[in-house]
Antibody, heavy 127, light 107 residues
Framework: QVQLVQSGGEVKKPGASVKVSCKASGYTFSTYGFSWVRQAPGQGPEWMGWISAYNGNTNYAQTYQGRVTMTTDTSASTVYMELRSLRSDDTAVYYC????????????????????WGQGTTVTVSS | AIQMTQSPSSLSASVGDRVTITCRASQDIRNELGWYQQKPGKAPKLLINAASILQSGVPSRFSGDGSGTDFTLTISSLQPEDFATYYCLQDFNHPRTFGQGTTLVSK
């Protein structure tokens, strides 16, 4: 079955970096992209950005521009999200999600949403 | 960025009730919207894509409607396992934006 398995929780000090991995299985990795979403305690989810698993193209939310890098390792069917210069308000659960994007056929387009999610990685930033 | 305004933020209901959650986009997003259910400590789960397409395995009591700027998620007969938080997410463009969420609580 299609599955995304994320790396374990992290505790970091302010100013440090964190790199979260997300390993996909059960489908052809390069077919779809991935979105990263984070959720601070007691808050709603927030979209951080997207990466194509086909060619590595990225699109980051303005909030994270310059601080986040998303990459893929196709040979390992794994996508990574690195966040730098961590602050206490980066404490959150970070999720990867398969992003099937928009499929257009015969002049009709359908969007498929974030249909498979990882289990989440808790990142705690504390001095 | 497209703003997604979801209402209500909280909804008190009983098992068997019909409930409707609304999401409004700040611009036309065609039908490019998904609905997600989230339970405490769990990842969001996609219920509906393209405004009205029910994901495989999702009970038929869930339905979605709308296009343009106004969208609804309806649960026709609330079940105990449906008490959760629901979010809309626009798939029209980047940055993707979520609604603020609607928490269903037991009356």
């Amino acid at each position: 079955q299609v599955q995304l398995v994320q790396s374990g929780g992290e505790v970091k000090k302010p100013g440090a970096s964190v790199k979260v991995s997300c390993k996909a299985s059960g489908y052809t990795f390069s077919t779809y992209g991935f979105s990263w979403v984070r959720q601070a305690p007691g808050q709603g989810p927030e979209w951080m950005g997207w990466i194509s698993a086909y060619n590595g193209n990225t699109n980051y939310a303005q909030t994270y521009q310059g601080r986040v890098t998303m990459t893929t390792d196709t040979s390992a069917s794994t996508v990574y999200m690195e966040l730098r210069s961590l602050r206490s308000d980066d404490t959150a659960v970070y999720y990867c999600a398969r992003d099937r994007g928009r499929d257009c056929r015969g002049g009709r387009c359908v969007t498929y949403g974030l249909d498979v999610w990882g289990q989440g990685t808790t990142v705690t930033v504390s001095s | 960025a497209i703003q997604m305004t979801q209402s209500p933020s909280s909804l008190s209901a009983s098992v068997g009730d019909r409930v409707t959650i609304t999401c409004r986009a700040s611009q036309d997003i065609r039908n490019e919207l998904g609905w997600y259910q989230q339970k405490p400590g769990k990842a969001p789960k996609l219920l509906i894509n393209a405004a009205s397409i029910l994901q495989s395995g999702v009970p038929s009591r869930f339905s979605g409607d709308g296009s343009g700027t106004d969208f609804t998620l309806t649960i026709s007969s609330l079940q105990p396992e449906d008490f959760a938080t629901y979010y809309c997410l626009q798939d029209f463009n980047h940055p993707r934006t979520f609604g603020q969420g609607t928490t269903l609580v037991s009356k």
